[in-house]
């Protein structure tokens, strides 16, 4: 579980994914990204259950990878793949998989004001398996309430369904701190809800999270 230094404020991170060992199992767990899996049935919204949060695997088939070979001149030779639990049985069920990607972190009173800006770039894995179907992909900031069963209380959005497969796409998402939302769980990642495994995955690099004069860390990782 990815669990956030309570008494810790929110910070920066950024990420170009270059110095990530592609070969190695847990190169996205050593670098705090975890997976939550939200499933529905075949009406895509009657929810069934959800797993996690689990590491974010690389290279198993499921919600993540490390990725190359695509890169153009801004994004190096490495970027993150991001797609749906294909390990996830119900695929073939018709069922939905909603996989989550993230990063998360606590929010504490002396972030409260501050906008944060999540900014990223992104291509669509021109890879055609089953095709893309109904497959949606976003990019997100998540708040979280822990008191209220974890509702989500904040959840500003990209949608990156329709990527070019050839040109990538700069974008970024803000968020302002509410004082309300002191103690409450932030998370910024990408997100695809697929179903017949379905074609989903989404490359995003150069990934930042910042606001001006935003200092000290925040995240402790345990899994």
Do not use: M
């Not at 767990?29 to 689990?54: Q, R």
């Not at 990063?103 to 095709?131: H, M, R, S």
């Amino acid at each position: 579980v990815l669990a956030p230094n309570a008494a810790a404020q929110l910070s920066p991170y950024s990420q170009d994914f270059e110095s990530l060992d592609i070969a190695a199992g847990n190169a996205l767990e050593v670098d705090g990204w975890g997976v939550f899996a939200n499933v529905f049935d075949t009406d895509a919204t009657t929810f069934l259950y959800g797993y996690g949060v689990f590491p974010a695997p690389n290279g198993t088939g499921a919600f993540s990878e490390v990725a190359t070979g695509l890169g153009g001149v801004d994004q190096g030779l490495q970027y993150i793949n991001v797609f749906s639990d294909y390990n996830n049985p119900d695929h073939g069920l018709g069922r939905y998989i909603e996989a989550n990607v993230f990063q998360e972190q606590n929010i504490a009173a002396a972030d409260v004001g501050q906008t944060w800006t999540f900014e990223f770039d992104y291509l669509k894995n021109p890879f055609v398996g089953n095709g893309d179907g109904d497959t949606t992909t976003i990019a997100f900031i998540k708040v979280l309430d822990p008191n209220a069963g974890f509702a989500t209380v904040a959840f500003p959005s990209v949608d990156t369904t329709g990527a070019s497969t050839t040109t990538w796409t700069s974008d970024s998402i803000d968020l302002t701190i509410d004082p309300a939302w002191v103690g409450n769980i932030l998370q910024f990642g990408f997100a695809s809800t697929a179903a017949n495994f379905n074609d989903s995955g989404r490359f995003y690099d150069n990934v930042s999270f910042d606001a001006p004069g935003a200092t000290g860390p925040s995240l402790q990782t345990y899994f």
